[in-house]
């Protein structure tokens, strides 16, 4: 059998490791336009210089030998034919498969704002050579602005602050009224935002970006950009800005294919089976946000049912974001929100001391969300009562010291068991 994977990160590789274990003599060739391994969640521990290639690399340096898998490295996907079961690779390369698993993820999405395209000094934030554009551009730029305060919004300016070569003054700019919108409340947000204040970022939120500047001495670069903020039309020198507004999944290649996606991404069942047989997909390639906890086991699940033994994906959560600026540990389950909409849905929020917050939405006995910062040691408990989808209204005390004694008990083999 013949296996090729498309894409080198959480869900190409794990499932490229997978497929190993499981087929001591397939032939295994795995393609990506990356020529190093390393993880998306960490680079701006890169960007700031906490780390290394090697630091941000999450495999053995022996990987592909041990595992006896070819790695086309460096090459992109142009084409698939899935009639003639080939891949046709940036340098006219074919590669033919039995059967492929579409992990190719995703790349900055740049919104239609005058000159944000083409210019060499307007960066996204998805990749390694991302990372080295920024790190350079950097050294020497003395404004540097972040469009889009989401999570990749967050590592670039975390990643810029912690950067000792970086002395440049720092703006970061949201549509939204508040930093991480999708994974945190105001109160939860405000935590982060004292942390840029105090670094000497300036911020700006009810904002739109209306226009890039081009440097009237360089028609390659831009020099400043045009915004409203709180309704008044401001200027903000920049000779650098990161573009942060999103993503789009790489399934260009897809185009001339009966393999359907749309606009948000590649669609594939929980199987990762997509409408084609022997076409499997996993990972952001999706377009629905997927963290990297996901995309590791979404990876192993197709590449399972590639090798003929059934996996399902069916312990993930809608949203899921772990995330720790500035030494500040918080954890979004679901999307409270959509959540605090809901008619009936009941919201409690508890501040400890030493900075610890919670907040959990519930209805009808179930836990739909919840927010945690400052200390995870609860959110075991937490990811356990939604997965399980446990009834809690049973249970006598407060919504934040339900533990584990209080729905699982131990069986006779010794196993944790949840006690309905």
């Not at 999706?286 to 699940?301: D, L, P, Y």
Request: with cysteine; proline share 2%.
């Amino acid at each position: 059998m013949k296996y090729v994977i498309i894409g080198a990160s959480a869900a190409g590789i794990n499932g490229a490791e997978n497929l190993r274990s499981l087929d001591k003599n397939a032939d295994i060739t795995l393609i990506s336009k990356d020529t190093d391994i390393y993880s998306r969640c960490i680079l701006h521990h890169y960007i700031g210089g906490m780390r290394d290639i090697d630091g941000i690399n999450f495999v053995d340096k022996d990987f592909f030998e041990k595992n006896n898998i070819n790695w086309i490295k460096g090459r992109e996907v142009i084409s698939l034919n899935e009639k003639e079961k080939t891949i046709t690779l940036d340098n006219n390369e074919v590669v033919s498969y039995d059967k492929v698993l579409i992990a190719s993820g995703s790349r900055p999405f740049f919104p239609p704002i005058e000159n944000i395209n083409g210019k060499e000094n307007v960066v996204g934030l998805k990749s390694l050579d991302d990372c080295n554009k920024i790190i350079e551009i950097s050294k020497k730029a003395k404004n540097i602005v972040v469009i889009g305060a989401g999570l990749i919004g967050m590592d670039a300016i975390s990643g810029l602050i912690h950067n000792k070569n970086v002395h440049a003054n720092l703006s970061l700019i949201e549509m939204s009224d508040r930093l991480l919108p999708l994974q945190l409340d105001k109160e939860a947000s405000i935590t982060y935002e004292k942390k840029l204040v105090e670094h000497g970022v300036k911020l700006f939120f009810d904002s739109k970006v209306t226009k890039l500047n081009v440097n009237p001495n360089n028609p390659n670069l831009i020099n400043s950009l045009s915004l409203i903020d709180d309704g008044r039309d401001v200027e903000l020198l920049a000779d650098l800005v990161i573009v942060c507004a999103g993503v789009k999944p790489n399934v260009e290649f897809l185009e001339n294919t009966s393999i359907e996606y749309n606009k948000v991404g590649l669609l594939f069942n929980e199987k990762g089976e997509t409408n084609v047989k022997d076409v499997y997909g996993a990972g952001d390639i999706s377009g629905n946000g997927t963290i990297w906890s996901v995309a590791v086991k979404e990876g192993i699940a197709a590449t399972s049912n590639m090798a003929g033994k059934t996996r399902v994906m069916d312990d993930f959560f809608f949203a899921k974001s772990t995330m720790n600026f500035f030494d500040i540990p918080t954890l979004s389950l679901g999307c409270l929100h959509i959540y605090e909409k809901t008619e009936g849905m009941i919201i409690d929020s508890l501040r400890e001391r030493d900075g610890v917050y919670k907040k959990i939405a519930h209805k009808n006995g179930k836990i739909y969300g919840a927010i945690i910062q400052g200390d995870l040691s609860y959110t075991g408990v937490l990811t356990q009562l939604i997965r399980l989808n446990i009834d809690i209204s049973k249970i006598k005390k407060s919504i934040f010291k339900i533990d584990y004694s209080d729905f699982f008990n131990i069986n006779s083999e010794l196993e944790f068991e949840y006690k309905k």
